[in-house]
């Protein structure tokens, strides 16, 4: 017997003893009142070793079609590839209602769906290899989702993937995910906030689309610890966030620690705004802006322990246009000093760098420019402290013009302003004698101690 909206709430108004409800031993499932309907009246088992799919589907269908909740008391159900259509609504209790996946390529998929919520559930992969792009959750074209107060844990592919769609994905633990916690392909303004990712591979959480344009999503205080390299070396792979292709989308206020590669990663990105987020014990660059990169907005961030601590950078091959303000960026490793490391803050063109902080870089504390890839970059107002190179402007040929004035350096021991050339310094110390070949520099009012 089909059950819509009007019979429930009838049933619901009837109260819990009247002969109206069925009963519990006929097929048809048992109203709970306004709560929607309870799964194990489906034939569903709660903790039986058997595969619950078909039972759970057609649980699924019948509160999906009656835009009624779908409750799964506490318990483990063996599940894979459920269909979740518009109006699907799951809630289990917080810790105690798991999904382990059967033989599938996700345990709950969506395409063309509306308003789907997934609320204090456990997934659960048990380690099982999932297909390439799929996610133990993975929705495609689905729009007003919701992941609330979920774990999602020991994935084989990917944890929660979502493609062309827009919702949220908040409170959720994501844990152990070989091929990255949560990934947003071609997303819709979607918000993803208070996570923890922990222990997972290849990336935390990814935002990339297909082709460069707008996305506007949202990667807002989350927290994501050890992020690890999988099948290849650094680049879009070990990081905490990563950003691509996808225009308008703001990182903030997330906390990230001990990965391979770098905390946020954005990469051919227009207006990307990463501000207020704490990095630290990273294998790579804390904030990395990178090849064709425009209008990157780095502020309020705090970098400890990486190898250089922020790089906007790429200028040959359209990276440009950045204002990196109020940063603090302290303790570097003294690991790396190679092309590209060992650096408290590298911008190349079209940049505003003001009010940062930088302590304990082991190559410069602020370079400008690599080589001839330098244009109109101004460096005000700093404090740079123990350094060998304070503050660095390329000085090679075919390098544009920079202005350096009103910054406080202390304890460059090679020098506080040099010229150079990529990483190596080719001048004397230009704060206190500025070469006259150098035109297009402007250094001013620095004071060196």
Not at 122 to 140: A, K, M, V
Not at 329 to 343: D, P, T, W
Not at 357 to 373: N, T
Not at 403 to 424: C, F, P, Q, Y
Request: proline share 3%; aromatic share 4%; hydrophobic share 40%.
């Amino acid at each position: 017997m089909a059950i819509d909206r009007r019979e429930l709430l009838g049933l619901s108004a009837a109260g819990a003893g009247s002969t109206l409800l069925p009963s519990p031993s006929r097929a048809t499932p048992m109203p709970l009142g306004s709560l929607g309907l309870d799964v194990t009246h489906f034939g569903v088992n709660p903790g039986s070793s058997d595969d619950q799919s078909q039972a759970l589907q057609r649980a699924i269908d019948a509160s999906a079609a009656a835009r009624v909740p779908l409750w799964l008391p506490a318990g483990t159900y063996v599940a894979s590839d459920l269909v979740l259509p518009s109006g699907a609504q799951l809630y289990g209790i917080r810790g105690a209602t798991r999904l382990l996946l059967g033989y599938g390529a996700s345990i709950a998929a969506s395409a063309q769906a509306d308003q789907v919520t997934l609320q204090g559930l456990i997934f659960d992969g048990n380690g099982q290899p999932l297909p390439e792009g799929r996610g133990l959750i993975s929705l495609r074209q689905t729009r007003g989702m919701r992941i609330f107060d979920c774990t999602v844990q020991q994935s084989g592919g990917i944890g929660i993937r979502f493609e062309t769609s827009e919702g949220e994905i908040a409170h959720n633990t994501i844990i152990g995910a070989a091929k990255g916690a949560i990934h947003a392909l071609d997303g819709r303004g979607i918000v993803i906030a208070n996570n923890t990712v922990l222990n997972c591979a290849h990336t935390g959480i990814q935002v990339r689309r297909s082709r460069a344009g707008d996305d506007g999503t949202q990667v807002l205080a989350n927290r994501i610890e050890n992020v690890v390299v999988q099948d290849g070396d650094t680049g879009q792979n070990g990081n905490g966030i990563s950003v691509l292709l996808a225009a308008n989308v703001i990182v903030a206020d997330n906390r990230i620690r001990n990965c391979s590669g770098s905390a946020v990663r954005g990469e051919s990105n227009w207006n990307l705004h990463v501000r207020g987020n704490t990095a630290s014990a990273l294998g790579g660059i804390g904030i990395h802006v990178v090849h064709g990169s425009e209008g990157a907005v780095i502020s309020g961030n705090s970098v400890e322990g990486a190898a250089t601590g922020i790089s906007i950078a790429n200028f040959n091959e359209g990276g440009r246009l950045s204002v990196c303000q109020g940063n603090l960026v302290r303790n570097l490793s003294r690991g790396k000093i190679e092309a590209g490391f060992g650096i408290g803050i590298a911008v190349e063109a079209d940049a505003a760098v003001t009010g940062n902080v930088v302590e304990g870089a082991p190559l410069a504390g602020i370079l400008v420019g690599w080589g001839q890839f330098q244009r109109d970059v101004t460096v005000t107002g700093n404090v740079v402290r123990a350094a060998p190179i304070g503050i660095g402007v390329s000085v090679a040929p075919g390098a544009g013009s920079a202005l350096v004035a009103h910054n406080l350096i202390a304890g460059a021991s090679t020098g506080a302003v040099m010229g150079m050339d990529r990483d190596k310094a080719i001048t004397g110390d230009l704060a206190r004698d500025l070469e006259s070949r150098f035109a297009q520099l402007t250094v001013s009012g620095n004071r060196v101690r």
